[in-house]
């Protein structure tokens, strides 16, 4: 018993206490009425809560396993816990409204959004393809459910392109573990990276097995985080989703997926000069289109969901250079997306709940009415354009000055990255743009203090201190991406 | 000197914009206006007291200071810190663009009419950003202020331009991301490969060097063009020029006058610190290249200033003319040459925006901007005729006016050039000097048709110019006079650095 206690705080003490609160949500659902659905939302906060205080507890050196070594826990996964529990605390917050107009499914919905996180965390700490395939599928299939609390007579129609897909890649997904199996009978990642690395191996192996395989892998995480050729369900399905529910999947998914791709890469070091150079084809094709389609977007989800698309784009890129420089680059930028994602989110949120404001036309003359929150979400936007008083800038900086150190071959997508990132620049100025139009006609807003207001005026600041105070988070950064 | 601080010197513009901004300021024109002049006078004295305790003999940088947050320099692990330091041009462009916010603001009143709040935050902004670039040590800092500054220049244009200003700012602003963007690819670039040859991480400009045989010819090449687009973007070269007049011929009065004072400075400064300092093999590799460039330049947007019907655009299509004796007089090589360039960008800033304050005390009366229908004004405003008759001298080159001296000494320089074409350098100066002849026909022919031809039935009630306007014109054309008798108070202050770039140049 005691060694079970040791594991589970060496280990998984912020999973132990997500699928504790897990079970709580479940038999508090059964003992409690619609009237009391807000004690979900606070199980699930309380829960958050003491899970990022227990990752001060793990032991992350040297690194503690679990579950006969298919769990790791070290500073690497603990960063990524971190940052996704932040973003579950948020995002519990953002859902207050729907929650609202869905009482009777709240007590459902938080046990799935924390079951969602749950795996998610599982899947940044899986050592081998078993444990990550149940996760990333269990991660899926809580994005399925979630998306399941729609409203508006399309929005199931729009919504199930994201069903099949997910379904398509997973099996490609299932395809390519069992392809790596057979090659070298292996489902550790630590055994199959020391099989790989023997020079002698990779002469014996037919090559082209292990590029298909890789690229049936590098399939799941494309759709998830929403990249070319496996974006086409992110515009419609974002415009059918609940908000939260958009923000959650433009978060949680890429943050896991950022962080078990770059342990992926790192298995496969000794062979993947080709899947770089794919990897960074496919990330400046999504920057380019992304960015293209971006700017035509009327609806503010639907460019949201470009955004997400150009973003993981430009962190794709930033990985599949893969030196410790460039992966310390992403983390720095998966923490400022973070936050920059977070805030537009709580803007659009915000902003629909209280005006039921949905397109750019909507937003015009907003700053007359509103201007402290036109001012708060013009910085997270400038954040995510990368521009320069916020942390954004650094993170843009940050990850391709990387990307410009790894060698003349990158230069070109690099240039490309660049110049398209203006378009995607021009993306985020259309709203700003609007909010600052001069209109005669008036906005009702609903004055009732929201807990986005305060979600966006912190994520508006974090955007700028992170900036000036950068060298700690930078410093931090280089130290986790060391350690993994 | 220990209380002058360029921390100071750039921040507090920042502090004041706040101030304004906050909600307890009286929103009340009159007040906002007298706090706003108040404080860039005093900001402009303070930037004087620079350039009086700047040692000449100094080589390299001075008043340098680090911008810490309780003790921590920016991203050092980046090597990457907010140092801010200034050479003698620099100072020169610093106080250049002090005095030219001052005068702007003075000039203000008449013209804005609303958002006053807004209006004199967004200056100090802008300011401030200008202020950055030309300080900053760090090449990313630089870039920072760089990009900074278009922000609030997007805004000034489009909130108190014509109606089709909204449009214009927004093709200046994506044009000059575009710009940015290779300039960032460059600065990337450098960056890295400095870490490659001296194996310290760092974006400090005066240690940063890719000038080895380490590298392919053809990559620094490429480098060195990125930078060189980026720059002439701003400053504005030929080829790269259309947004400038198109801007200025949309804006309101005063930000014509900010503009023209501004475009200059930061993008020659930009030019000399990194194409030339940095990349002194390559620049000397392209100097004929740059020399037909820039005759290209002064002869393609002269001919396009003679054709313009309207004040703005023909005025800014004769600066961006003069831009070309900038580059000509870089790419000559020498000391002479190298003197006048930097001479005309300041010469050219003060000058210009003389000659946009005379048109907006014209378009404040007139409501009217084109040649042929300002007809003779100046027999009812002969006080705005005289002022802008010393202007018009100036932009021409008249002896003892501020003019003559840069252009004089960017064509002796081309003379004496030691490129190896010497045909196509002695064709070039005497085109040069063809050039002048040319300006000072469109020049005069715009004083002709707008000051003296016969006076118009709907401008016989013109009032002359109220004692304001006539203080700071005549504040400008002393300092035009001034600086035209004593040209060497400018020179001596740079001279020093232009030494250190030309031994670096090896001429």
């Known amino acids: 018993m005691s060694e079970f206690i040791n594991m589970i705080s060496t280990a998984y003490l912020p999973e132990f206490i997500i699928i504790v609160f897990v079970l709580i949500n479940i038999f508090a659902s059964l003992f409690f009425d619609t009237k009391f659905y807000k004690l979900s939302k606070w199980i699930a906060l309380l829960g958050i809560v003491l899970a990022i205080g227990s990752t001060f507890y793990l032991q992350i050196e040297p690194e503690a396993y679990a579950f006969d070594g298919m769990f790791l826990s070290n500073i690497y996964t603990v960063f990524f816990k971190i940052l996704i529990l932040i973003c579950g605390f948020f995002l519990i917050l953002l859902s207050r409204n729907m929650i609202r107009e869905k009482r009777d499914r709240a007590f459902e919905y938080f046990t799935v959004f924390l079951a969602g996180i749950l795996f998610a965390m599982c899947t940044v700490s899986a050592t081998d393809f078993v444990g990550l395939f149940v996760a990333l599928e269990a991660l899926g299939l809580s994005c399925y459910m979630l998306l399941s609390f729609t409203k508006g007579p399309d929005s199931k129609q729009l919504t199930f392109g994201y069903l099949v897909q997910g379904a398509v890649v997973s099996s490609m997904f299932l395809l390519g573990v069992s392809l790596i199996y057979g090659l070298c009978a292996q489902v550790n990642f630590d055994e199959i990276s020391l099989y790989f690395a023997n020079a002698n191996v990779m002469q014996s192996q037919p090559q082209i097995l292990l590029t298909f395989s890789l690229i049936m892998l590098a399939c799941t995480f494309l759709f998830k985080l929403g990249l070319v050729p496996f974006s086409s369900w992110l515009p419609d399905t974002f415009k059918g989703a609940s908000y939260p529910i958009c923000a959650y999947i433009s978060s949680i998914p890429v943050l896991a997926c950022f962080g078990i791709l770059a342990k992926l890469l790192m298995i496969f070091y000794h062979y993947t000069f080709t899947m770089k150079i794919v990897f960074a084809i496919i990330a400046v094709v999504t920057i380019v289109l992304g960015s293209l389609s971006a700017i035509r977007q009327e609806n503010l989800k639907r460019l949201m969901a470009y955004s997400m698309s150009v973003q993981s784009g430009i962190m794709l890129l930033g990985l599949c250079v893969f030196s410790v420089y460039s992966l310390s680059g992403v983390l720095f930028y998966l923490f400022c997306y973070v936050f920059a994602n977070i805030g537009a989110w709580a803007a659009i949120i915000l902003l629909y709940n209280s005006a039921k404001l949905e397109y750019l036309d909507d937003l015009k003359g907003l700053w007359y009415h509103r201007p402290y929150y036109v001012l708060a979400f013009t910085v997270v936007l400038i954040a995510l354009a990368g521009l320069a008083p916020t942390c954004g800038f650094v993170a843009k900086l940050y990850i391709f000055s990387a990307v410009a150190r790894s060698g003349f071959v990158f230069l070109p997508f690099l240039m490309i990255a660049l110049i398209s990132s203006v378009i995607m620049i021009y993306a985020y100025w259309r709203i700003i743009r609007s909010m600052f139009r001069r209109v005669e006609t008036d906005i009702a807003i609903d004055n009732k203090v929201i807990s986005s207001k305060y979600i966006l005026y912190f994520c508006s600041f974090a955007t700028v201190f992170i900036c000036f105070f950068a060298d700690k988070l930078v410093r931090l950064c280089q130290l986790v991406a060391y350690y993994m | ?507």
């Open chain 2, 1 to 507: 000197m220990s209380f002058l601080s360029l921390i100071w010197l750039i921040l507090s513009p920042v502090i004041v914009a706040l101030i304004l901004m906050l909600p307890n300021f009286p929103n009340h024109q009159v007040k906002i206006r007298r706090f706003a002049k108040w404080f860039a006078g005093l900001h402009f004295v303070y930037a004087l007291l620079f350039l009086v305790f700047f040692d000449t003999s100094m080589f390299g940088m001075s008043y340098e200071k680090e911008l810490t947050l309780f003790g921590m320099s920016w991203l050092k692990s980046l090597g990457i810190s907010a140092k801010f330091g200034v050479d003698g041009i620099a100072l020169l462009f610093v106080v250049l663009t002090t005095f030219v916010v001052l005068i702007t603001l003075f000039m203000s009143k008449i013209h804005i009419r609303t958002k006053h709040k807004l209006y004199y935050s967004l200056v100090f902004l802008l300011e401030a950003a200008i202020l950055g670039t030309l300080c900053a040590k760090d090449m990313f800092v630089f870039f920072v202020f760089w990009e900074l500054s278009l922000i609030p220049l997007y805004f000034l244009i489009s909130q108190w331009g014509n109606s089709e200003a909204r449009r214009a700012a927004m093709r200046f602003i994506f044009a000059s991301f575009v710009a940015n963007m290779f300039l960032f690819f460059g600065m990337l670039i450098l960056y890295y490969y400095n870490f490659a040859i001296s194996n310290v991480l760092t974006a400090n400009i005066e240690t940063l060097n890719m000038d080895s045989t380490f590298y392919p010819l053809w990559f620094q090449v490429f480098v060195f063009v990125n930078f060189l687009i980026g720059f002439a973007m701003r400053v504005p070269f030929a080829f790269f020029h259309n947004w400038y007049p198109d801007i200025q011929s949309k804006s309101s009065a005063p930000v014509n006058i900010l503009l023209s004072g501004f475009v200059f400075n930061t993008g020659v400064y930009g030019l000399i610190r990194f194409n030339i300092q940095v990349f002194p093999e390559i620049f000397k590799l392209f100097a004929p290249v740059l020399m037909i460039w820039g005759l290209v330049n002064i002869v393609y947007a002269g001919a396009q200033s003679i054709i313009q019907p309207e004040v703005k655009k023909m005025v800014s299509y004769a600066q961006t003319s003069t831009a070309g004796f900038v580059m000509l007089g870089l790419a000559c090589l020498n000391t002479v040459g190298f003197n006048g360039a930097v001479f005309t960008a300041i010469a050219s800033s003060v000058v210009y925006s003389s000659l946009f304050v005379v048109i907006s005390c014209i378009e404040f009366r007139t409501k009217n901007t084109y040649i042929t229908s300002l007809g003779g004004i100046g027999q009812v405003m002969p006080k705005c005729m005289y002022l802008a008759l010393i202007v018009c001298f100036a932009a021409i080159g008249v002896p003892f006016l501020v003019m003559f001296t840069p252009k004089l000494l960017v064509l002796t320089g081309t003379m004496l050039s030691n490129l190896d074409q010497q045909l196509m350098v002695k064709i070039a100066a005497v085109i040069g000097l063809c050039a002048i002849a040319v300006s000072a026909g469109y020049i005069m022919y715009f004083f002709y048709k707008v000051f003296c031809s016969v006076l118009l039935e709907q401008w016989k009630k013109l009032k002359d110019l109220s004692p304001q306007e006539t203080a700071v014109l005549s504040a400008l054309s002393l300092v035009i006079i001034y600086l035209g008798i004593n040209p060497m108070s400018i020179i001596n202050v740079y001279q020093s650095v232009s030494s250190i770039i030309l031994d670096i140049l090896q001429v």
